[in-house]
Nanobody, 123 residues
Framework: QVQLAESGGGLVQPGGSLSVSCAAS????????IGWFRQAPGKEREFVAA????????SYADSVKGRFAISRDNVKNTVYLHMNNLKPEDTAEYYC????????????????WGQGTQVTVSS
């Protein structure tokens, strides 16, 4: 069973950049579509971005389009979320999740989840 682990979160100033990673163990990531989701305190988990198994198709939430980029390296068994021009409203726990077949924006469609990494945008 594949296990996911996020890393790279931290504190960044508004307008800054940060990249978070999602590494897989116990299986190959290359057969999975990967989604990034986030959850702020008191709010529901929301879709951020997703990428298909090959990296040829991706999808973004409107709130991050043009600022965030998702990519993957199947040799390294890792998916990345590159975040630019960060805003205080991007502050949240960021989770990666995996599912077979095509990408989805609904968190309930993903079977495997990491533990999350905190991203805080503040001056």
């Amino acid at each position: 069973q594949v296990q996911l682990a996020e890393s790279g979160g931290g504190l960044v100033q508004p307008g800054g950049s940060l990249s978070v990673s999602c590494a897989a163990s116990g299986g190959t990531l290359s057969i999975f579509a990967i989604g990034w989701f986030r959850q702020a305190p008191g709010k529901e988990r929301e879709f951020v971005a997703a990428i298909n198994w090959s990296g040829g198709t991706s999808s973004y939430a409107d709130s991050v389009k043009g600022r965030f980029a998702i990519s993957r390296d199947n040799v390294k068994n890792t998916v990345y979320l590159h975040m630019n021009n960060l805003k205080p409203e991007d502050t949240a726990e960021y989770y990666c999740a995996a599912r077979l077949r095509s990408i989805r924006t609904d968190a309930s469609e993903y079977a495997y989840w990491g533990q999350g990494t905190q991203v805080t945008v503040s001056s």
